[in-house]
């Protein structure tokens, strides 16, 4: 969803889409609060460049919407990194 949407090449947060046997569960997380009307297009465009590119029948799209930021990004390299440098949690810090 970066870039592209609503002819701009701003980032406007991410989506994850789901399918189902019945339905197509999304969750929207976008960076920014957008207006109701900029909101509906955008999922229409989601509908269409995502889900109905799937190909896949269904009976409903579902859409969950958030507004966040983004706080970092975590992988298993990272992971990896903070445990040889000694930093992580103790029994300690869990209480």
Known sequence: MQGSSLQSNNRLGTVDIHFTTAAVHGTLILE??????????????????????????????????YVGKDVGFYSDEYFAEESDNGIGFSDEDEE
């Open 32 to 65: 920014r609060e957008l207006e109701e009307a900029d909101l509906t297009k955008l999922i229409e465009q989601i509908d269409e460049d995502l889900v109905l590119s799937a190909d896949m029948p269904r009976d409903d799209f579902l859409v969950s919407v």
